[in-house]
Structure formats: structure tokens, C-alpha cells
């Protein structure tokens, strides 16, 4: 036992430490980007094919088995881009608009989700939706003559989509509750990713839909959103020399180059920003270590974005989930213990599949959820 005298011993002091610390704690979530029960998203991701009674029993499995290993909360992507009414042997691809039957088996995957409560601490999970934009849905092809995406719709034609798109998958999730009387659903996010001036037609995209966006997916009692993405080399993170040629607040803050041109973005066209700057943050190191960038990332987010008006507080939206089990703690490990000093950072959740240790290194179920936990000793002071 350690033996501190009195004179050097501030009590109160160490309260209010143990406090905050608690507090982070709390404050901050751990979950899954689960849209795929096996590595190979193209096959096994589940939405298409959720009325498949074994696709459905699988699912539920493996979210008992996340709840059971910590997780709060599984983010559900919709990858868009299949034109209606064809035929379409790559699971991932949902219905562009969403089809009857997907709207049905997003409904009862909600459903599903809200019925999981982990049988170690009984805690129930959140749902979170993520929609994406590809194949025919691609909004980066074309332009306002030419018509947008592969099959050159107008821009009427193709705004009534997304706008169906967003109240089907309202409808679907709506009124979904947990047995504790909480939504199931928590965030809906428009689009992914968000980088103004690197993807073609994101600025009209983002102008003519994220207004009803927001006022849809809000009235249903849901937080709508975005996300970011941050250039998390390390030569980028620990630039210090950086100056950037158009916005002095980057300077020295090069890894915010986008989130930061993103949200200005945003401010230019007087949309709100999000209530939370959630963001991609893919880490690759060369000699420091991980909780050093990870901290450094999010100070510069502090220094950078809070100039737009930006909360201080932030979501990792993807990152790496390891296959090496060393490494993958040490990644998990820098997060949760940054979340535990500083309750700026409330929220992570990994990718899985495709590609998340690595380009061509796709994962599935099961996850070691605990890598990205904050410590179980701290923990069990709660």
C-alpha cells in the first residue's frame, strides 16, 4: 500500500480527478460498423437478404454476442445502387430507391436490435444508419446538364430517390423502442466520408438534400448527421510546419485539411454542423505510437475546427479493427484511454469488412470489442 503524507496529499483534488475520469468514462461508446454477419461483404451482408430465416438467426447471434462482449451500440450501412426492378446477386447493394422488402427488413432488424440486452450487465444497444452512395446512386458522376450517376438521372428524378429514400427508411425505424422505452435508432447519417472539393458534386448534394435531411430525421426524434475524414498519416499528424494555402487556421493542422474545408463548407451555405464532428480516422504510424497521434489528432480538431464554431466534441465514425491481436490492442487502447482523460471523445466504432486491417484484409464476426474499452479496472470503479 502507498503511504502519502498528509501535506502532500490534496483529497479533494484527487476527487475530482476520479470524478472526471469516471465521467469520460461513461460518457464515452464502443460499438461495431455491423452490416455484414461473415468477411465477405459482398455475399453475407445482411440487409437484402434479411427475410432469409438463417441470414435472420445468424444476425441475432452475433448482436447477442456483441452486447454480451461490451459493445453499446452497431451502425448499419446502406450501400444504394441498384436500379429497380433488376436482378442483382451482390447482397451489399440495396434498391435505389429502397425496395419494399428492404424497407421491411430494416424494420424488423430494428426490431431485432432493440430486443438485445447484454446478458453480462444487461445493458441494451443503440442503432445507428449510415447511408452511402454508389453504383447508381453514385452522385459523383455526371453534373446538373448531363444528369447524375451512371444512368444520367435528372436532378429531379434523382432528389425524389433520395427524398423517398430518407422517409422509407424513417418509416421503417420510427417508434422502434427498446423495452426501456428509448428509441433503438440514435443517429442517421446522410452521407460519408464528407470531402468538399475532393468528390465531385458532394457541394450540390449536400445543399439540395441535407436541409430536409435534417428536418425529416428530426422530427422522428432521431439525431441527423455527417461524417468527416481525417488524413491520419503521421507525417500529416505531426506536421507542425504545415501552412496551408487558403485557410491560416490549418495551419500546423494538416490531418484536419478536409474536415476542415468540409465544415467551412457548411457554414458557407449556413447549414448547421453536426452537434457531434464525428470522422473517419484510420491511423497509420511509422515511429510514434498510436496515443500520441490519436491525441494529436483530436488536438488539432480543438485548434482548427472550434474556428468554424465546431463543438469540441468528436465521434470516431470508422476506423481499423486489427487481425493482429498485439497491434489491435495497442490501436484500441489509444482511443479508450485518450476517452478516459478527456471527455472530448465520446464515441468510436471499427470497420469490419471490407478491408479492416488493411487493403484486402476483411474481417468478420466474432470481435474482440474489449480492445477498444476502456481499461476493465477502471471500469469496475463505476
Known amino acids: 500500500m502507498l503511504h502519502v503524507a498528509q501535506s502532500s496529499f490534496d483529497f479533494s483534488t484527487f476527487v475530482l480527478i476520479t470524478i472526471a475520469v ?3 468514462v461513461l460518457s464515452y461508446e464502443v460499438g461495431v ?3 455484414s454477419c461473415g468477411a465477405n461483404f459482398v455475399q453475407t451482408a445482411f440487409l437484402t437478404q434479411y427475410h432469409n430465416s438463417t441470414v435472420r438467426a445468424i444476425v441475432l447471434t452475433q448482436l447477442q454476442g456483441m452486447a454480451n462482449k461490451g459493445a453499446h451500440f452497431v451502425t448499419l450501412d446502406i450501400w444504394f445502387g441498384v436500379e429497380p426492378n433488376t436482378t442483382n446477386d451482390q447482397y451489399w447493394l440495396a434498391t435505389f430507391p429502397i425496395s419494399r422488402q428492404e424497407q421491411i427488413n430494416l424494420h424488423q432488424y430494428a426490431l431485432d436490435v432493440a430486443s438485445i440486452q447484454s446478458q ?4 441494451r444497444l443503440r442503432l445507428n444508419v449510415a447511408l452511402f452512395w454508389l453504383a447508381a446512386a453514385d452522385y459523383r458522376v455526371g ?6 450517376g451512371p444512368d444520367h438521372l435528372n436532378a429531379t428524378v434523382f432528389t425524389a430517390r433520395v427524398e423517398k429514400i430518407t422517409d422509407d427508411i424513417i418509416a421503417a425505424v420510427s417508434n422502434v423502442k427498446r423495452s426501456d422505452g428509448v428509441l433503438v435508432v440514435e443517429r442517421v447519417y446522410l452521407d460519408y466520408e464528407v470531402m468538399i472539393g475532393a468528390k465531385l458534386n458532394q457541394d450540390w448534394f449536400l445543399q439540395t438534400h441535407y436541409p430536409r435531411f435534417l428536418r425529416v430525421v428530426a422530427a422522428a426524434g432521431f439525431t441527423p448527421s455527417l461524417y468527416f475524414l481525417v488524413d491520419a498519416k503521421e507525417a500529416y499528424i505531426l506536421d507542425a510546419s504545415y501552412i496551408d494555402p487558403q485557410y491560416p487556421a490549418l495551419n500546423g493542422h494538416r490531418c484536419m485539411y478536409w474536415v476542415y474545408r468540409s465544415l467551412k463548407f457548411l457554414n ?3 447549414l448547421p454542423l453536426p452537434t457531434r464532428i464525428d470522422f473517419s480516422c ?7 505510437t498510436y496515443a500520441h497521434l490519436v491525441n494529436h489528432v483530436l488536438n488539432d480538431a480543438d485548434a482548427a475546427l472550434s474556428t468554424l464554431g465546431a463543438p469540441k466534441f468528436y465521434g470516431v465514425a470508422e476506423t481499423y479493427y486489427f487481425a493482429n491481436s498485439t497491434q489491435r490492442r ?3 487502447q489509444a482511443f479508450a484511454l485518450e476517452a478516459m482523460a478527456n471527455p472530448r471523445l465520446n464515441h468510436l466504432r ?3 469488412t471490407p478491408d479492416a486491417g488493411g487493403k484486402g484484409v476483411h474481417i468478420g464476426y466474432p470481435f474482440e470489442i474489449e480492445d477498444y474499452l476502456p481499461p476493465s479496472d477502471i471500469r469496475q470503479l463505476l
Open 22 to 24: 469516471i465521467s469520460s
Open 33 to 35: 460498423d455491423y452490416h
Open 120 to 123: 453480462i450487465d444487461q445493458h
Open 143 to 148: 453534373n446538373s446538364s448531363s444528369g447524375y
Open 268 to 270: 458557407d451555405v449556413q
Open 282 to 288: 484510420y491511423i497509420d504510424r511509422n515511429s510514434s
Open 330 to 332: 495497442e490501436y484500441g
Open 350 to 352: 471499427f470497420w469490419t
